[in-house]
């Protein structure tokens, strides 16, 4: 998965981004609040990290522009232990949910577990799943009950960044960007031909129906096994 953080306090930042790379998230870091707006709004995150005092653009006028269009990327604000006015004004802009500095790791990560359970991106046991297929970013593959799938890391990026979305129409633009990065080197036609190699290798397991192409835009990947 993949995570935003806009901290201006680099040593702050560079713990935070420490804390998620321990698991197994990808991170992009902003330290002003045009830069984290501006990443938000370019990529696809699955939860962004973002300080209430920011320079230039405020993190909670940074949730009210991103609600405002339907941008559903949980958030969860960071903001000093006394700002009772910004946590509210937070909450109610639309943030998911806030820690207070100084922080503990384990509350950090216990507050992320929680939002994306909320949003349906982690089950109970914290583990990112969809129907029989349950996903271990810690090796990068995924089971299909007891069976490991054998995924190369692509194919494993590309079926989270599904699966984190689902429900939704992702253009081969954005799933290009996510998985690839548009400074590799390769073409967009890299998704065409490694979507193919997932949905091989994810035959018999419902998942490869659920994997649908939508004619001249990209992909969409249902949220709910036999549909």
């Given at each position: 998965m993949r995570v935003l953080?806009?901290?201006d306090d680099p040593s702050l930042l560079k713990v935070i981004r420490e804390i998620f790379e321990q698991e197994s998230f990808l991170v992009d870091?902003?330290?002003t609040g045009d830069e984290?707006?501006?990443m938000a709004e370019q990529a696809i995150y699955d939860l962004i990290i973002l300080d209430v005092m920011l320079p230039g653009i405020g993190g909670v006028d940074i949730v009210r522009k991103l609600r405002?269009?339907?941008n559903r990327v949980p958030i969860i604000l960071v903001t000093a232990r006394d700002a009772v006015e910004d946590r509210v004004a937070g909450l109610d802009a639309g943030a998911d949910d806030y820690v207070t500095k100084p922080f503990a790791v384990s509350e950090l990560l216990a507050r992320t577990r929680a939002v994306l359970r909320r949003h349906g991106t982690l089950d109970q046991e914290g583990e990112l799943v969809w129907g029989s297929i349950r996903l271990m970013p810690t090796v990068r593959d995924a089971c299909h009950g007891e069976q490991t799938l054998q995924l190369t890391a692509t194919e494993y990026k590309?079926?989270?960044f599904f699966i984190c979305n689902k429900d939704q129409i992702l253009t081969r633009e954005q799933i290009f960007d996510r998985v690839w990065g548009f400074d590799s080197g390769s073409a967009t036609s890299a998704v065409d031909v490694y979507?193919?190699?997932l949905r091989k290798k994810l035959a018999g397991t419902g998942a490869d129906h659920a994997l649908r192409t939508v004619r001249g835009i990209g992909?969409?990947?249902k949220g709910e096994p036999h549909v």
């Amino acid at each position: 998965m993949r995570v935003l953080v806009v901290e201006d306090d680099p040593s702050l930042l560079k713990v935070i981004r420490e804390i998620f790379e321990q698991e197994s998230f990808l991170v992009d870091g902003a330290e002003t609040g045009d830069e984290g707006y501006y990443m938000a709004e370019q990529a696809i995150y699955d939860l962004i990290i973002l300080d209430v005092m920011l320079p230039g653009i405020g993190g909670v006028d940074i949730v009210r522009k991103l609600r405002s269009q339907l941008n559903r990327v949980p958030i969860i604000l960071v903001t000093a232990r006394d700002a009772v006015e910004d946590r509210v004004a937070g909450l109610d802009a639309g943030a998911d949910d806030y820690v207070t500095k100084p922080f503990a790791v384990s509350e950090l990560l216990a507050r992320t577990r929680a939002v994306l359970r909320r949003h349906g991106t982690l089950d109970q046991e914290g583990e990112l799943v969809w129907g029989s297929i349950r996903l271990m970013p810690t090796v990068r593959d995924a089971c299909h009950g007891e069976q490991t799938l054998q995924l190369t890391a692509t194919e494993y990026k590309l079926l989270e960044f599904f699966i984190c979305n689902k429900d939704q129409i992702l253009t081969r633009e954005q799933i290009f960007d996510r998985v690839w990065g548009f400074d590799s080197g390769s073409a967009t036609s890299a998704v065409d031909v490694y979507i193919h190699h997932l949905r091989k290798k994810l035959a018999g397991t419902g998942a490869d129906h659920a994997l649908r192409t939508v004619r001249g835009i990209g992909y969409l990947f249902k949220g709910e096994p036999h549909v």
